[in-house]
């Protein structure tokens, strides 16, 4: 199957700084990814969809400021944390959309970066 | 009323039986339906999709959608330990807008 690529798997940082997790298709290119959050035992919650070349579109409740998210090439998109807090704890995974064996608009899900916020 | 749900379980089900496991969801538009495995602190799988009524087999895996009953269903047969986790059904509205929306999960456990 096609693989999405995250970096980093997992990371802790201290209160108040940033933190940039990465997704990347590597063998398709994708025209939208989508970036979740999940809680512990709980589903995945949309955070955002950002196509290429083009500013995210934030889900209600999801501050665009502090999480930033770039999506600079048909591979590669961003989430940056900014000023993280404990709250922001979790478990954030990025899917990609593309063609992939040609079948349109499969969806795949990176492994996923575990953050902790200390 | 959430817009896909699941029983969350746990629900167990002996070695070598068939596991069911049960959707429904409230927008009468949506389109395209997908199962999803997810382990432990790992990311979700795909499992299976289906777009038609009816059934779609891959495997052990069947995947079964009622449109007019709003209701998508995934049976695993033959069921081993290594397919204990959890399986998150996830639904998508219309094509060209390919947000998925989550159920909660239903935590399956396999009894060897």
């Known amino acids: 199957g096609a693989v999405v690529s995250q970096h980093p798997s997992w990371v802790i940082c201290k209160s108040g700084t940033s933190v940039k997790i990465e997704c990347r298709s590597l063998d398709f290119q994708a025209t939208t990814m989508f970036w979740y959050r999940q809680f512990p035992k709980q589903s995945l919650m949309l955070m955002a969809t950002?196509?290429?070349?083009?500013?995210?579109?934030?889900e209600q409740g999801v501050e665009k400021d502090k999480f930033l998210i770039n999506h600079a090439s048909l591979t590669l998109s961003t989430l940056t944390v900014t000023s993280a807090h404990p709250e922001d704890s979790s478990f954030y995974i990025c899917?990609?959309?593309?063609?992939?064996?040609?079948?349109?608009?499969?969806?795949?899900f990176g492994e996923g970066s575990w953050l902790t916020v200390v | 009323q959430k817009e896909v749900e699941q029983n969350s379980g746990p629900l167990s089900v002996p070695e070598g039986a068939i596991a069911s496991l049960n959707c429904t969801y409230s927008?009468?538009?949506?389109?395209?339906f997908f199962w999803y495995r997810q382990y432990s602190g790992k990311s979700p799988e795909l499992i299976m999709s289906?777009?038609?009524?009816g059934d779609k087999e891959d495997g052990r895996f069947t995947a079964q959608l009622n449109k007019a009953s709003q209701y998508v269903s995934l049976l695993i047969r033959d069921s081993q330990p290594s397919d204990s986790a959890t399986y998150l059904c996830a639904v998508v509205k219309n094509f060209g807008n390919e947000k998925l929306t989550f159920g909660t999960g239903t935590r399956l456990t396999i009894i060897p």
């Open positions: 950002s196509n290429e070349g083009s500013k995210a579109t934030y």
């Open positions: 289906i777009y038609s009524n």
């Open positions: 899917s990609a959309r593309g063609v992939v064996g040609g079948v349109r608009n499969t969806i795949y």
């Open positions: 927008d009468r538009v949506s389109q395209s």
